[in-house]
């Protein structure tokens, strides 16, 4: 079975400095793995995913993630917030399964900018 | 391409009515999967659809929801008579096969 940890539930950082916000996940299998943003009361808008290519994924909007198979961890980061990232994160990982893409979500970071 | 649409955004029922929430998938995608957000959590998997086919429906409740994807229209989310418990945003996605997913805006059900 798959799962995903984020080990922080809320991270403050001030404007113009950077943003790390951490995941690990468990898998059987070579795993697809994703950052997903959702801000308030929208849906959700892919940032990044992982799936066996490069290690270092960029993603849209300046963040970035690096799969690191040793430390089971995906964590996402971006080099200086901007008040417009302030919004909930979700790391998910995706078994395929005879082209089943289900996802399987972190229960989520929510990100606030000091400014 | 207009994005995957949900349909309505916002849905008020009292106990014991009936909930029909509705999704149109991009188009040209036949893959269309519910996931459900209850309050400051994250979102889990309830069903997965091809047309006119349920693949996947661990993620159901195995009373009061059911859900279809029929070769013509929206795939319906249908949860009967509801209780309190059922109030949460209702997120569908769609894709082509083995592709990522695209979420439509959800559906906040709110059981009175």
């Known amino acids: 079975a798959q799962s995903v940890t984020q080990l922080d539930s809320h991270v403050s950082v001030s404007e113009g400095t950077p943003v790390l916000l951490r995941c690990n996940y468990s898998?059987?299998?070579?795993?697809?793995l994703f950052w997903y943003v959702q801000h308030p009361n929208k849906g959700l808008q892919l940032l990044l995913k992982y799936t066996s290519a490069a290690t270092l994924v960029k993603g849209i909007n300046g963040f970035e993630a690096e799969f690191k198979k040793s430390e089971t961890s995906f964590h996402l980061t971006k080099p200086s917030a901007h008040m417009s990232d302030a919004a909930e994160y979700f790391c998910v990982v995706s078994e395929s399964n005879f082209g089943n893409e289900k996802l399987t979500f972190g229960t989520g970071t929510r990100l606030t900018i000091i400014p | 391409n207009a994005g995957v649409m949900q349909n309505p955004r916002h849905l008020v029922r009292r106990r014991g009515q009936e909930a029909r929430l509705r999704c149109s998938p991009m188009?040209?995608?036949?893959?269309v999967y519910w996931y459900r957000q209850l309050p400051e959590e994250g979102l889990k998997f309830m069903v997965y659809l091809q047309k006119e086919n349920i693949i996947d429906e661990s993620g159901m409740p195995k009373e009061r929801f059911s859900a279809e994807f029929p070769k013509e229209g929206p795939s319906i989310l249908r949860i009967q008579q509801v209780v309190r418990g059922d109030s949460a945003a209702y997120f569908c996605?769609?894709?082509?096969?083995?592709?990522?997913?695209?979420f439509g805006p959800g559906t906040r059900l709110t059981v009175l």
């Open positions: 898998s059987s299998y070579s795993p697809s």
């Open positions: 996605a769609s894709s082509p096969l083995g592709e990522e997913q695209f």
């Open positions: 188009k040209g995608h036949s893959h």
